[in-house]
Nanobody, 120 residues
């Protein structure tokens, strides 16, 4: 059974940094497309960043380009999201996802989510 567990969230002031981690188990991690998504209260879930199975291709939402970096360590079955220059509008529940079929994440497995709160 696929399991994804996020960690590293919390509260930070605007301009600060956080690093999220997502530990994966129960499947061949290195074969999955991985992604970070977020959902703020009253808003739809949105993609933050995605990464190919080998890590060579990444994709970011325009709102986080230049501030966030997605990476993966396939030897450790772990996905990361380095978040710098955080803004209050980055506050949300952050979820990691794994999908063996591609970039759409329509049939992805999801973690439980972790809260990120950025104060001004």
């Amino acid at each position: 059974q696929v399991q994804l567990a996020e960690s590293g969230g919390g509260s930070v002031q605007a301009g600060g940094s956080l690093r999220l981690s997502c530990a994966a188990s129960g499947y061949t991690y290195s074969s999955r497309y991985m992604g970070w998504f977020r959902q703020a209260p009253g808003k739809e879930r949105e993609v933050v960043a995605r990464i190919s199975p080998g890590g060579g291709v990444t994709d970011y939402a325009d709102s986080v380009k230049g501030r966030f970096t997605i990476s993966r360590d396939n030897a450790k079955n772990t996905l990361y999201l380095q978040m710098n220059s955080l803004k209050p509008e980055d506050s949300a529940m952050y979820y990691c996802a794994a999908d063996q079929f591609g970039w759409s994440f329509e049939r992805a497995n999801w973690g439980q989510g972790i809260q990120v709160t950025v104060s001004s």
